[in-house]
């Protein structure tokens, strides 16, 4: 894929005619090959070539942002039109800026040129251990995608970044049945450079095909209990981002609704916990690179042994409320592994579930959440005793975290967060 | 808006498949106020031409970032080989029967876009009509979200036309401290179909909305935890729409009936109380213009009416023109791509429970000891038909009246368990339109429903 050089040139050009002498832009161009499959068949075969050009401009401290995919002269011209246009509708903030230059960067991550023969034998190869392997199991959504996209990133202060990438990714939408049984939906996914590994062997994707498998037959609980809940990792990444979000993100320090606004260098979660964004971990295909503020990414650890190390503020929320700036603004989730195995953190609930799925309402800024447990299990003294249903769980974010009696020294890694099963006690549990 | 170059490349369309050629645009425009400050002021716009090609059941897809007729003829010429190196790893040979209709259909209305300092200024003042008349709040957010879908389709052997979807909405969100220092949240989204002119020439005009929520978020902060277990509660019409699009509409979508959903074995059986009735309805309630109206698919299928439950008894699925085909029933322009790079999928446009003859007041008096849950923030269900909504605003009933708030909640059941248990629907429907339903691609849906009395699993304490 070639790069799109000459296009920031005629945008550079643009910007100066039109004289925007504040801005940052990024330009992208990509490829998507995605084959699709439904109930195992081969489906649809999709092509996608797409553009994208981001442009922000700030005229006397009035910041107005476009979006367009449209990388013609034409649609550029426009396009710094329309943000000019957007910034003289604004009011005055000095807070909305760019980074200051960090200098020239060109990144090159996971495969640029794909084998697309090698990648459906992968995929034939998957169907046919699925098919004589787990005979239950339905696969009702396949979507097997190759992507690869080049960007170009400038900003007035004089960065320059740019971009070479592209994956494999492969996602599953699965149930079980047997007779007139059928099972939820369970979902996974994961992206990779390589072919190297046989996709049944990605991931935890054998436990997850059997567990759905061991569930076509749940049972539900009778009454409530306050029990120990221990997250699978896919579970306990969600939960942890929306810990991360509801009390330590942009929009609820800059409204005043986090409930750690002041808890900075505090314990706010049990030591066991450690939390980070690490873009450069090896394990990770597609970290960040450049930020949505125009700064090199840099890792970070917001959460370290339960103590909350920041809060998570780009340039405008820095600069809004006087606190640090973190230059990163992506999804590279790491939490750290513990001293468990699964087996060990099983073996020392006397009640509790196994949760491997969560449904629940957005918790509030207060961190209360209450949902359904999907895709999960009873623990009864130390053992798996089988699937649930229509089971409940509520709690709180920040007091779940407080509790935390165990982490498993094993982690998942599905190419874009790496993540270890986590258990919580104090976890309200009902059934109907 | 676009400039029809579309249905010029017809004659590009190849013999022996079915292909369906779309121009299509997204714009988007949005600005958030939060407690004043101005931290979002964006406009987007993205357009691009795809086709689709059907080989014998193996359908090609692809897509250009250009409206161009180069485009148009990269697109058809991609989508065909895809077509065909599909069918080379497929058995199953199926060529679907050409559509019963094949007209053009008109423009259906069009789209106006309004300029950024406008926008702004809405928001301005709608956020100065806050601050000023309820300064106790601990914060506030004025957001304005406008997006819209401009299309023309071409099919081979179906309809074609140019329609259009615009639709805009600010909303409000507060936020209030408990005595405890605990801080709770609503919103509300003011708005809808058409253009910023159709829906916010008056900005006064919302300031009773405005005050409703200031209500609500008053009660709210006063609020108790709900008990956990079973419960009779009343359902409002925002509640009643969540239900008929996350509970049943997605178990009925005909791609799901065939991936093992409950809708399979209960086709006409009885899965809800003779009470319930549920259409998805295309582009009309009762004479008037549905909230968002789809006169046809991205399949060139002209949209109808698609009745999926009748007094109780599952009759009828969402479908494509190939699960048409396949469950015999008629397709009725339900596939639908959001954006031009998207493939059509199942989507719903219009669900809705129908109403019944009580009134509100009739079905709260009716509840001894139960709650009364009138809005939902979110809601998932899968394909056993177990569904949750997160419950952000609701009351208690206590000998038929009306008790304290609620705090945030959830509740959770089988639909087709739980639609068993309504034995009261009132005489009204609530619409909304301002949501996206998630299903591998966004799309914008309405969704409606009256009061039900039903029992259902409450989350709590």
């Known amino acids: ?432 | 808006m676009l400039e029809d170059i579309i249905t010029a490349r017809k004659a590009l369309f190849s013999d022996g498949v079915q292909t369906v050629l779309r121009g299509h645009e997204n714009r988007n425009r949005r600005v958030v106020l939060l407690k004043g400050n101005l931290v979002q002021n964006s406009r987007s716009e993205s357009r691009g031409i795809s086709a689709r090609v059907n080989n014998a059941g193996s359908f090609g897809f692809a897509s250009i970032a250009e409206y161009t007729p180069e485009a148009a003829e990269k697109v058809l010429k991609a989508a065909g080989e895809n077509a065909l190196l599909l069918s080379k790893h497929r058995d199953k040979k199926i060529l679907l029967p050409a559509s019963a209709l094949s007209e053009s259909l008109p423009l259906n209305y069009n789209i106006i876009d309004m300029e950024q300092k406008k926008i702004i200024e809405l928001c301005r003042q709608l956020d100065d009509y806050v601050v000023k008349k309820y300064p106790d709040l601990l914060s506030r957010t004025i957001s304005y979200y406008e997006d819209s879908q401009d299309r023309i389709v071409c099919s081979s052997d179906a309809c074609s036309g140019h329609l259009v979807t615009p639709r805009c909405y600010v909303y409000v969100t507060m936020s209030a401290e408990t005595k405890d220092g605990v801080p709770v949240e609503l919103f509300k989204a003011l708005g809808g179909f058409g253009n910023y002119s159709d829906n916010f020439s008056d900005p006064e005009k919302l300031y009773p909305e405005i005050d409703k929520l200031y209500k609500k978020v008053m009660d709210k902060k006063e609020g108790v935890y709900a008990e956990a277990g079973q419960k009779t509660v009343i359902l409002g019409g925002m509640m009643g729409g969540m239900l008929a699009h996350e509970a049943v509409g997605h178990t009925v979508e005909a791609d799901l009936v065939r991936g093992g959903s409950v809708a399979g074995p209960n086709l006409n059986k009885r899965v809800a109380s003779e009470l319930v009735t549920m259409v998805d309805f295309a582009h009309s309630y009762n004479g008037a213009p549905a909230p968002l109206p789809v006169f046809m698919d991205d399949e060139g299928t002209k949209a109808v009416d698609d009745v999926l439950i009748k007094d109780g008894i599952l009759v009828g699925y969402m479908n494509d023109r190939e699960t048409a085909e396949e469950f015999h029933m008629p397709a009725t322009g339900n596939a639908r791509g959001w954006s031009f790079a998207d493939e059509p999928i199942i989507r719903m446009r219009n669900t809705c429970i129908l109403p019944g003859k009580n009134t509100v007041e009739e079905l709260i008096a009716s509840v001894e000891d139960g709650y009364y849950l009138i809005d939902s923030g979110n809601g998932e269900a899968d394909l056993t038909g177990q569904f949750m909504f997160g419950v952000t605003c609701g009351y208690e009933i206590k000998n038929g009246r009306i008790g304290r708030a609620l705090l945030d909640t959830t509740v959770s059941g089988i639909a087709f368990d739980m639609l068993k248990t309504v034995d009261m629907v009132s005489d009204e429907v609530e619409w909304s339109s301002s949501g996206f339903c998630g299903k591998k691609q966004p799309m914008a849906v309405g969704m409606g429903g009256p009061h039900m009395r039903c029992q259902i699993m409450i989350g709590g304490r």
């Open chain 1, 1 to 432: 894929m070639n790069g799109l050089r000459d296009t920031a040139g005629l945008m550079d050009g643009i910007l100066k005619e039109q004289d925007i002498r504040k801005y940052t832009y990024t330009l992208s161009r990509s490829e998507k090959q995605e084959l699709n499959l439904e109930n195992g068949d081969f489906k649809l075969m999709r092509t996608v070539f797409n553009n994208s050009a981001y442009l922000r401009v700030f005229m006397n401290d009035r910041m107005g942002s476009v979006n367009g995919n449209d990388i013609s002269r034409e649609g550029l011209e426009q396009l710094a039109k329309d943000a000019v246009s957007a910034a003289e509708s604004a009011t005055e903030d000095p807070c909305h800026d760019i980074a200051p230059d960090q200098g020239s960067d060109v990144f090159r991550q996971g495969v640029t040129e794909p084998d697309i023969d090698r990648f459906l034998e992968r995929i034939k190869e998957f169907l046919d251990v699925v098919k004589n392997e787990y005979p239950k199991i339905n696969l009702m959504a396949t979507i097997g995608a190759f992507d690869r996209w080049t960007w170009i990133s400038r900003n007035s202060n004089g960065t320059e970044f740019e971009a070479f990438a592209g994956q494999y990714s492969f996602s599953l939408e699965f149930s079980a049945s047997e007779g007139d049984r059928t099972t939820g939906i369970d979902y996974l996914g994961f992206s990779t450079a390589d072919l190297d590994t046989p996709f049944i062997d990605m991931v935890d994707i054998r436990r997850r095909l059997e567990n759905v498998q061991n569930s076509l037959d749940p049972q539900t609980l009778d009454g409530k209990f306050e029990g120990c809940v221990i997250l699978t990792p896919a579970t306990a990444a969600d939960m942890v981002m929306t810990t991360i979000y509801n009390y330590a993100s942009e929009g609820v320090v800059l409204d005043g609704t986090s409930q750690w606004l002041d808890k900075v260098g505090e314990q706010v979660a049990s030591e066991k916990l450690t939390v980070s964004f690490k873009p450069y971990d090896e394990r990770i295909i597609m970290g960040e690179r450049g930020t949505a503020n125009g700064f090199r990414a840099e890792e970070v650890t917001l959460i370290d042994k339960g103590v909350l190390n920041t809060l998570w503020l780009s340039l405008y929320g820095s600069k809004k409320t006087g606190r640090p700036l973190v230059k990163y603004t992506g999804s590279d989730l790491v939490i750290e592994g513990g001293d468990k195995t699964l087996e060990e953190l099983i073996a020392s609930v006397d009640k509790g579930i196994i949760m491997g799925g969560f449904s629940g309402g957005q918790p509030g800024a207060n961190g209360e959440f209450s949902g359904v447990a999907k895709n999960s299990f009873l623990i009864e003294n130390g053992k798996i005793s089988g699937a649930i249903t229509e089971t409940m769980v509520s709690g709180n974010l920040g007091e779940a975290f407080k509790n935390i009696r165990g982490i498993t020294k094993e982690q998942r890694c599905n190419g874009s967060t790496v993540v270890p099963y986590i258990a919580i006690d104090g976890i309200v549990i009902s059934g109907k």
